[in-house]
């Protein structure tokens, strides 16, 4: 080998490795670039990204905003709705009690003219004509006593406000409704019996007037649907005293024609009349278990029936303790 | 002497039935047919007992009330009210006023009318 061409060598070598170095450094500088531009990739991406979520955001936003128009205009919609609803009620109870006012003025004057006819007032009159007279009277009545229940219906579709609770001495009040009901029972031959309670019961927080519409709604169905030598109950169980919630349970058992399964679906339904009730009494107004329930569900109190179809039906009331 | 009462009635049919009725019974009846013209002539007939409605032409049985209870002769006068109107605040709006007795006309007969009127006298 020639010595002199050593230099030449080195610098042939001194090229390659210049060449390596650059080569190096450009692999540097391409991977840099390289992840630069990766990096920068990313956050377009990354920046696309939000703009993506800022027009959604903006989108769910506009939608907010309609959605509140909407509602907002719903909102006014149902306060109108609400409004004639109770403008509509407003009017009903105040037709009801109207009407039924301006009924019971001709309705008196009817039947005080029965009565007077006759109490033989205006003259004497024949069997024949009494006969019929009294049937007058007692259509009469029992229309009062209709319009008496839509009178009462009405006015217990607005509020408990009209309630007067005070403490009601149970059995003196049962003894004094069953009084009324002696001589119907006895007209159908069936016995009319207060089963005897415990000594010195508590009173019962109740609304007089109203607990007596209960219990004479609830006696008179018992005899009206009982048939000739029946018998009716009535019990005051005191069995839950000592409970919670101290209660007394008013029992009412008839030995009557019973509640058909449909009836015991819709019997405490307004205006509902069970097919074997219209049978035995054509002119009910379907209104008396309504009153019943909404009476005794004013009071605190729960009402319930057991009854098999032709074997006779029993209702039960419950009422809390007067507690002073 | 009879016992004098005093109808306030504007029902045609009702104040001839409860007259005759009243006037069987003994009573000397006297009649008012609307508000306005009963209580001048309540004082006019001074009588024993009023019997008055509540729904009437002109001034009401309310007002009635309260004009017989807060002056003159006859401020001491028993009045039973006897309407067709008997929803709770009604008897005691009433009974506020003054009033001895309430009775709802169609729960009741004349015959109970006439029984109320007399334990008056008793």
């Known amino acids: 080998m020639d010595l002199f061409s050593l230099p030449t060598f080195s610098a042939v070598s001194l090229e ?215 018998q009716v109950t009535v019990t005051i169980d005191d069995s839950d005293l000592n409970s919670s919630h101290p209660k007394l349970e008013v029992i009412i058992r008839d030995s009557g024609i019973g509640l058909s399964p449909e009836a015991k679906q819709k019997i405490f339904q307004k205006f509902y009349r069970a097919p074997e009730a219209v049978a035995v009494e054509p002119d009910g107004s379907g209104l008396g278990l309504f009153i019943a329930k909404d009476i005794i569900e004013k009071h605190g109190g729960a009402i319930w029936f057991e009854s098999n179809d032709g074997v006779g039906t029993v209702f039960h009331f419950t009422l809390p303790l007067f507690q002073k | 002497m009879a016992k004098k009462v005093f109808i306030v009635e504007d029902d045609e049919f009702l104040r001839s039935l409860t007259v005759k009725r009243l006037e069987k019974e003994g009573y000397q009846v006297d009649v008012a047919v609307d508000g306005d013209s009963a209580l001048g002539k309540i004082k006019e007939a001074s009588p024993d007992i009023i019997l008055l409605d509540l729904l009437l032409p002109g001034l009401s049985g309310f007002e009635v009330l309260k004009k017989i209870r807060e002056d003159g002769p006859v401020k001491g006068t028993p009045v039973i009210v006897f309407s067709n109107l008997g929803q709770r605040e009604d008897i005691e709006k009433a009974k506020a006023l003054g009033v001895n007795d309430f009775l709802i006309k169609a729960n009741f007969t004349l015959d109970d009318v006439v029984m109320k009127i007399s334990s008056f006298f008793k």
Not at chain 1, 88 to 100: H, M, P, Q, W
């Open chain 1, 16 to 230: 390659i490795v210049s060449a390596i170095i650059l080569l190096i450094f450009g692999f540097i500088l391409g991977y840099l670039f390289q992840v630069k531009k990766s990096q920068v990739k990313a956050l377009v991406r990354e920046a696309k990204f939000r703009a993506g979520q800022i027009k959604a955001l903006e989108e769910i936003n506009q939608d907010l905003e309609a959605t509140t128009r909407r509602l907002s205009t719903k909102e006014f919609e149902l306060s109108s709705a609400n409004q004639r609803l109770r403008e509509l009620e407003d009017a009903k109870t105040k037709f009801v009690s109207v009407t039924t006012h301006q009924l019971r003025t001709p309705l008196a004057a009817i039947k005080w003219t029965f009565f007077m006819l006759l109490n033989k007032q205006l003259g004497e009159i024949t069997p024949d004509q009494q006969e019929f007279l009294q049937k007058g009277l007692t259509s009469t009545e029992r229309m009062i006593k209709i319009v008496n229940e839509l009178l009462s219906i009405n006015l217990s579709d607005n509020t408990s406000d009209a309630y007067q609770f005070e403490a009601v001495p149970l059995e003196n009040l049962i003894k004094s409704i069953l009084g009324e009901f002696y001589s119907p029972a006895q007209s159908k031959q069936i016995s009319l019996i207060l089963k005897p309670s415990s000594p010195n019961l508590p009173s019962v927080r109740a609304d007089q007037g109203k607990l007596r519409m209960v219990l004479e709604n609830l006696i008179d169905n018992a005899i009206k649907y009982t048939g000739k030598s029946g």
